[in-house]
């Protein structure tokens, strides 16, 4: 299947020009990232090894995946940090490397709040700082309401973050405000409970985030890009019914006006307030790796037993899957199609576990599930906007920003299946021949494992899927 279109005019290859950043294509590498680093937080090789992958795939640009500016905001050890200065020349050897590419790199700037996954051992017995004092619901994470001295203490890490990352000589950073994490946990109405100037009211739950683009402006300047991720509707009841749902499409739209005029540059839109989300990731929630690798992150909160049991017993499993479907049923009416799949476009041996029909319907399913809120935001604000959320077709990313639903899309697991998405869609593929099917193996897998495509039926056998996976290693630190 080949594109409808020379490469010359296609919108997929036109540069996107942002105030301060101009990246030469339409697809963002979307926030991803394995265990690859030391455990204190200091980079390797491997991470090394991990971004040029994509760099040498040619997105257009890389945003990084989450980058703590604290310890105690850590999500997993194993994750690089932007928490001191000494952090700063592996981050510069890092971008150097993807620069190599023409391909741009913008660091994640983040902050776990109470969705600490698996706290390490210095947050071993400290409560998550969050917004509130409320134990998250879904894994039953603990946490206690930061004072304001702790506010205004992260606000300045933010801060400091975003000067490390310019000192580091990359091309801009992003606020992580989707997705569960502190600062969702600030904004939602559906966690923030606090009393004072920083809960109630929408305009309150937003102040800690615009404070700390304010004091990211003050630390670098007018001239430096700054991006944010969120979640345009929460969803925050999506597994547990009887949660409050949490902040909605019209109240993200505010937030982004509010960021827009606080000196914001571009919109990241993606949904949800827990990691992972129904939707966020969109796809299957896959049982037997979360019998195998689930139980480390749920021994990280109390509902431990609840979960295992949900998981571990045939029984009991279709009431997860009943109450993590849920959601994804309302957000089905798709307003794009793409080209539809033929099955002389995908591989012979993929076929024989998932057809064309198949494929197609997945694709019907997951691809641009953020797409009308991103749509929406865009006609409110006038920044550009970058949608995440299923994207793997040519055919169906150009007609999204050909008719204004963003400027561009962000994508994560389609290029861990497929590093080289950006040059097979330039040779004239609608899809590659061996898609990414949404199966969600690599997302609980990255718990424990590389990160890597964990989808069998995209090999020939195991002993290549672990080898593909494996050559992140490559080249070792040292030999
Ligand atoms: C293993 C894994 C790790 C992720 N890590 C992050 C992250 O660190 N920060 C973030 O904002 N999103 C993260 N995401 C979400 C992705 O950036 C992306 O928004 C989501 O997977 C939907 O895009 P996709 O359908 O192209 O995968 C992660 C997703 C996966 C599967
Ligand atoms: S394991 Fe592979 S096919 Fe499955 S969601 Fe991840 S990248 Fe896609």
Not at 151 to 164: K, L, M, N, S, Y
Not at 343 to 353: G, P, T, W
Not at 429 to 450: H, I, V
């Amino acid at each position: 299947m080949t594109n409808d279109m020379t490469n010359d005019n296609d919108i997929i290859f036109q540069p996107l020009t942002f105030r301060n950043l101009t990246v030469s294509n339409r697809i963002f590498r979307s926030n991803i990232s394995g265990r690859f680093d030391n455990y204190d937080g200091s980079g390797n090789q491997v991470r090394i090894n991990w971004e040029q992958k994509f760099a040498q795939g040619g997105v257009g640009a890389i945003i990084s995946s989450f980058t703590p500016v604290q310890i105690r905001g850590r999500i997993l050890p194993n994750y690089a940090t932007i928490d001191r200065d000494d952090r700063i020349p592996f981050w510069r050897k890092l971008g150097e490397v993807v620069h190599e590419y023409d391909c741009k790199f913008i660091m994640q700037l983040s902050h776990s709040g109470r969705q600490q996954d698996v706290s390490g051992v210095e947050n071993l017995n400290l409560k998550a700082l969050s917004s509130t004092s409320i134990t998250e619901s879904f894994h039953g994470f603990e946490c206690q309401a930061m004072t304001k001295a702790e506010i205004q203490e992260t606000v300045q890490a933010f801060a400091a973050g975003a000067r490390r990352a310019r000192e580091a000589g990359l091309d801009g950073v992003e606020l992580h405000s989707a997705n569960g994490y502190l600062i969702t946990q600030f904004l939602s109405s559906g966690i923030n409970d606090r009393n004072d100037e920083y809960g109630g009211s929408l305009e309150n739950r937003a102040r800690f985030l615009l404070e700390i683009i304010k004091a990211i402006r003050q630390e670098v300047g007018d001239d430096f890009h700054l991006q944010a991720k969120i979640s345009a509707v929460e969803y925050n009841n999506a597994v547990i019914p009887w949660e409050k749902p949490g902040n909605t499409l019209e109240d993200s739209i505010q937030v982004c006006q509010w960021m827009e005029a606080a000196g914001v540059d571009a919109i990241h839109v993606s949904t949800g307030s827990i990691f992972p989300h129904p939707l966020n990731p969109p796809g299957e929630f896959p049982r037997i790796e979360a019998m195998r690798w689930y139980d480390l992150m749920l021994s990280s909160g109390i509902h431990t037993f609840r979960n295992y049991l949900l998981f571990r017993f045939p029984l009991l499993y279709p009431i997860f899957l009943f109450l993590w479907n849920r959601v994804q049923k309302q957000t089905q009416d798709q307003p794009i199609q793409g080209l539809e799949v033929k099955a002389q476009a995908l591989n012979e041996s993929f076929q024989r576990f998932v057809s064309s029909e198949q494929m197609q319907e997945l694709l019907q399913k997951y691809q641009g599930v953020s797409l009308n809120h991103a749509a929406e935001i865009k006609k409110q604000v006038n920044i550009p906007v970058i949608c995440t959320g299923g994207f793997q077709q040519a055919s169906y990313i150009r007609r999204t920003i050909q008719e204004n639903f963003c400027d561009a899309v962000s994508i994560a697991r389609p290029l861990v299946a497929n590093n080289d998405l950006v040059h097979q869609f330039k040779a004239g593929k609608d899809l590659p021949e061996r898609p990414c099917t949404y199966c969600n193996k690599c997302l609980l897998n990255a718990l424990e494992n590389p990160l890597g495509c964990y989808e069998l039926s995209r090999y020939n056998n195991s002993d290549e899927m672990i080898a593909e996976i494996m050559t992140v290693f490559d080249p070792a630190p040292f030999r």
